[in-house]
C-alpha cells in the first residue's frame, strides 16, 4: 500500500518562471487536496477535488494558481509567473468520502522563488 | 481572531512524563477534529482523530474533545525523545481541514 506521492521534492525557480507540481493519491482514496506551509504556520487550504470536479477552491488563492484532476486519479498544481512570496512547502492529500474523513499528507513539494 | 488556536511553544517536556497540548476552535458547527505530527522539514502525519465529546486512546496518546467548550486536546504520556516535533490541531469544515499554528514539543533527556 503506497501512500501520496508528490513530485518534483524540491523546485528552484527564478521569479516570472512557471512551475508545475504533480499529485499521486492513495489509489482507493477519491478526494484530493492542495495545501500551502509557510514557516512557523500550520498548512493553509488552497483547493480540493472529488474525483475529478474541483469543489472549493479558497479565496485567497490568485489566478495565478490554477489545479486540474483530469481523470479523477493524479493530480497537477501550476503556478503562473512566480513570485517570491509563492516560495513554501506545497502540500498534497488525499482521503476517502466516508464520515470523519481522514486526510493522508505526501511528502509536499519545497518551492523556492529567487 | 484565528479560526483555530494553539499555544505556539516550545513546550518543553522532561522524559517520561506527560506532554499536554491543546486547541481551540472558532466554528461551532466543526464535527471531526484531528492531530498531526510534523517533524522539521517533513509533512504532517495523522496520528489521532476525534468526533465525539470525551476521551479516545490509541497508545501513549490520548485526545479530549468538549465540543460545548470548542476544544480539543492531546495527550502524550511516557514522552519520548522521538516526541519531539510540532503537534498541528487540524479542524474539518465541509471538505477541507483549518490548521492551527501548531505547538512545537521538546523532550528533554
Known amino acids: 500500500d503506497t501512500g501520496v506521492s508528490q513530485d518534483p521534492r524540491h523546485k528552484i525557480t527564478k521569479r516570472g518562471q512557471n512551475v508545475t507540481f504533480r499529485c499521486d493519491p492513495i489509489?482507493?482514496?477519491?478526494?484530493l487536496y492542495w495545501y500551502r506551509q509557510t514557516l512557523g504556520q500550520g498548512p493553509e487550504f488552497l483547493t480540493y477535488?472529488?474525483?475529478?470536479?474541483?469543489?472549493?477552491k479558497s479565496r485567497l488563492l490568485s489566478d495565478r494558481f490554477s489545479a486540474e484532476r483530469p481523470k479523477g486519479s493524479f493530480s497537477t498544481l501550476e503556478i503562473q509567473r512566480t513570485e517570491q512570496g509563492d516560495s513554501a512547502m506545497y502540500l498534497c492529500?488525499?482521503?476517502?468520502?466516508?464520515?470523519?474523513?481522514?486526510?493522508?499528507f505526501g511528502p509536499g513539494t519545497r518551492l523556492t522563488v529567487l | 481572531q484565528k479560526e483555530v488556536e494553539q499555544n505556539s511553544g516550545p513546550l518543553s517536556v522532561p522524559e517520561g512524563a506527560i506532554a499536554s497540548l491543546n486547541c481551540t476552535y472558532s466554528?461551532?458547527?466543526?464535527?471531526?477534529f484531528f492531530w498531526y505530527r510534523q517533524y522539521s522539514g517533513k509533512s504532517p502525519e495523522l496520528i489521532m482523530s476525534?468526533?465525539?465529546?470525551g476521551d479516545k486512546e490509541d497508545g501513549r496518546f490520548t485526545a479530549q474533545l468538549n465540543k460545548a467548550s470548542q476544544y480539543v486536546s492531546l495527550l502524550i504520556r511516557d514522552s519520548q525523545p522521538s516526541d519531539s516535533a510540532t503537534y498541528l490541531c487540524?479542524?474539518?469544515?465541509?471538505?477541507?481541514?483549518?490548521f492551527g499554528a501548531g505547538t512545537q514539543v521538546v523532550v528533554t533527556p
Open positions: 492529500a488525499s482521503s476517502f468520502d466516508r464520515v470523519g474523513d481522514e486526510q493522508f
Open positions: 476525534i468526533y465525539s465529546n
Open positions: 489509489s482507493e482514496h477519491n478526494r
Open positions: 466554528d461551532r458547527g466543526s464535527q471531526s
Open positions: 477535488f472529488q474525483n475529478e470536479a474541483q469543489l472549493e
Open positions: 487540524a479542524v474539518k469544515g465541509w471538505g477541507k481541514l483549518q
